[in-house]
């Protein structure tokens, strides 16, 4: 079975400080993703990744940067955390081989 | 903006089968139907994806209209367990890195 797991499932952070979030996964897929959702606006892509050093904008990449050194890593970072941040993050993993999307539990970041 | 339009709410009874609509009408002839669902507090999970013709597997069934703007995914015995939003996307073959663009989905619910 693919594994995608989340660095935490709950964190909360106060306004300005620096946040990464993390998503490992162990099945040596190529593309990684980012999503965040919330009540309303439903899943929103924020980067994603289709190899090593390699990253592409979402539809919502502003206030965000990603790294992803390793392939099994892609970490998502809140350079400055604002409150409008506070959401549900989703890393989603998908292999060449593959049709689907494989999502990770998820974080739950409040913002205070 | 999500390309395919779904019901905001059904439900269904326990044991029965319960068939979610999805309009696809402006799919285009090389993109995929996906369908995915999310548990509370759970990240999305794949249930089934087709081109043109039905498909089965393990979860359920996927009907794909002749004209592809429309399908429908069965769930042939419905339990408790399946109460959750369901999302229905179009999308290109696996491979390449494109996120997926979520709509609000179906809540379904299952009644005892």
Not at chain 1, 31 to 60: A, C, H, T
Not at chain 2, 64 to 78: G, M, Q, V, Y
């Amino acid at each position: 079975d693919v594994k995608v797991t989340q660095s935490s499932r709950y964190l909360v952070k106060r306004t300005g400080e620096k946040v990464f979030l993390e998503c490992v996964q162990d099945m040596d897929h190529e593309n990684m993703f980012w999503y965040r959702q919330d009540p309303g606006l439903g899943l929103r892509l924020i980067y994603f990744s289709y190899d090593v050093k390699m990253k592409e904008k979402g539809d919502i990449p502003e206030g965000y940067s990603v790294s992803r050194e390793k392939k099994e890593r892609f970490s998502l970072i809140l350079e400055s955390a604002s409150t409008n941040q506070t959401s549900m993050y989703l890393c989603a993993t998908q292999g060449l081989a593959y049709n689907e999307q494989f999502f990770g539990p998820g974080t739950r970041l409040t913002v205070l | 903006d999500a390309k395919t339009t779904q019901p905001p709410s059904m439900d269904c009874a326990e044991g029965r089968a319960a068939n979610l609509p999805c309009n696809h009408s402006t799919i285009s002839g090389n993109e995929y139907v996906y369908w995915y669902r999310q548990i509370h507090s759970q990240g999305p999970q794949y249930i089934i994806h087709g081109l043109k013709n039905n498909e089965t597997n393990e979860m359920a069934s996927l009907i794909i209209t002749e004209d592809r703007k429309s399908s429908t995914l069965i769930l042939p015995h419905a339990t408790l367990r399946d109460t959750a939003v369901y999302y229905c996307i179009v999308g290109y073959s696996g491979g390449g890195a494109d996120g997926l663009t979520f709509g609000k989905g179906t809540h379904l619910i299952i009644q005892p």
